[in-house]
Nanobody, 123 residues
Framework: QVQLVESGGGLVQAGGSLRLSCAASGRTFGSYALGWFRQAPGKEREFLAAISGNGVSTRYAGSVKGRFTISRDNAKNAMYLQMNNLRPEDTAVYYC????????????????WGQGTQVTVSS
């Protein structure tokens, strides 16, 4: 079983940057795809980005493409989300999870969710 722990959230002004990390323990890290989601109060969990097991393939939601970059370091059992040009509407709890289907945007296709890290963007 994989355990994931997110970190790196915080308070940032609009236009600023943050880098989130997702640390993994458990079975072979490079054998599975991963994804980032976020959930704002009163809203559904939203897909942001996914990355293949070897890190070669990535894909993004339109709302973050060009601003956010997903990456992973399999030697460190870690995945990252570099977030630039942050906006107040990016305020949410951010989650990482293991993907059972790299091409799916649905939370139901992901498992082993972390506890989340809060990102707050002030205007």
């Amino acid at each position: 079983q994989v355990q994931l722990v997110e970190s790196g959230g915080g308070l940032v002004q609009a236009g600023g940057s943050l880098r989130l990390s997702c640390a993994a323990s458990g079975r072979t890290f490079g054998s599975y795809a991963l994804g980032w989601f976020r959930q704002a109060p009163g809203k559904e969990r939203e897909f942001l980005a996914a990355i293949s097991g070897n890190g070669v393939s990535t894909r993004y939601a339109g709302s973050v493409k060009g601003r956010f970059t997903i990456s992973r370091d399999n030697a460190k059992n870690a995945m990252y989300l570099q977030m630039n040009n942050l906006r107040p509407e990016d305020t949410a709890v951010y989650y990482c999870a293991v993907s059972s289907n790299y091409y799916s945007n649905y939370p139901s296709a992901y498992y082993s969710w972390g506890q989340g890290t809060q990102v707050t963007v002030s205007s």
